[in-house]
């Protein structure tokens, strides 16, 4: 299973970016979709989760820092689903990961949790 995140780039504050994950090598029925991001000199941190199930969502969190400003959906295709990163800040920039789980249901912010992990995408986002 290999998951591939995308959409990362530079944007001035207040900017918008839309980030995406595709995982290939599996098709997950149900699993958990989610999104993690590491600043620089930080720890890596939770920052979206939505779990999926038979076409439906089924339940979905974010960080405190995130919400109202970010959202977590499903992609068009099987197996993808997106970051919506609205009214950035520069606290945001960082490397932003996505993850999926199949095994922990039906929701979990815990990183150690998931299985599956994409490499990263960075987002920079300037004053």
């Known amino acids: 299973v290999q998951l591939q995140a995308s959409g990362g780039g530079a944007v001035q504050a207040g900017g918008s970016l839309r980030l995406s994950c595709a995982a290939s090598?599996?098709?997950?029925?149900?699993?958990?979709m989610g999104w993690f991001r590491q600043a620089p000199g930080k720890e890596r941190e939770f920052v979206a989760v939505?779990?999926?199930?038979?076409?439906?969502?089924?339940?979905?969190d974010y960080a405190d820092s995130v919400r109202g400003r970010f959202a977590i959906s499903r992609g068009d295709a099987k197996n993808t689903w997106n970051l919506q990163m609205n009214s950035l800040k520069p606290e945001d920039t960082a490397v932003y990961y996505c993850?999926?789980?199949?095994?922990?249901?039906?929701?979990?912010?815990?990183?150690?949790?998931?299985?599956?992990w994409g490499r990263g995408t960075l987002v920079t986002v300037s004053s």
């Open positions: 939505l779990s999926w199930s038979d076409d439906n969502v089924y339940l979905g």
């Open positions: 993850a999926a789980s199949v095994q922990t249901w039906p929701l979990t912010t815990t990183e150690s949790l998931y299985e599956y």
């Open positions: 090598g599996v098709t997950f029925s149900r699993y958990l």
